[in-house]
């Protein structure tokens, strides 16, 4: 039987993510939203993906998938700023500055990219 501590943690889904860079949602010409799918959150809550592209979407906006890797929160919170200034650069796509908004689920990637401007400012 497994301890306590490893009932807390929440199900891994049988099913892998469907959400891939470069899929989009709603119609062309609606004000975009680049949708940062994280990794955790992707891995274990994209369910909670799937719903907000759908109120997203009901609310007349168009969701796009960005090309995307770590946002470098753990990189920051440890110190490693070369590493989290390497993978904010990589985030910074085309498809997500082209973006009107940009949404994110994790609270952690929320907070590593609103930093982006003050890493990135030399």
Known sequence: ELSWRWRLLPPVPEKPSPFAP???YGQAGNPT???MTGCIMDALYHRT???TIDTLVANGYRVVIPPQTCCGAL???AGEKDIALRLAR???TPDLLAADHV???SAG???ALKE???LLAN
């Open 90 to 92: 990589q985030n910074l």
């Open 103 to 105: 949404v994110l689920n």
């Open 116 to 118: 982006y401007g003050h």
């Open 49 to 51: 993906h799937q719903a």
């Open 22 to 24: 470069g899929q989009s």
């Open 75 to 77: 990189a920051l919170h």
């Open 109 to 111: 990637c929320g907070a």
């Open 33 to 35: 939203v680049a949708l």
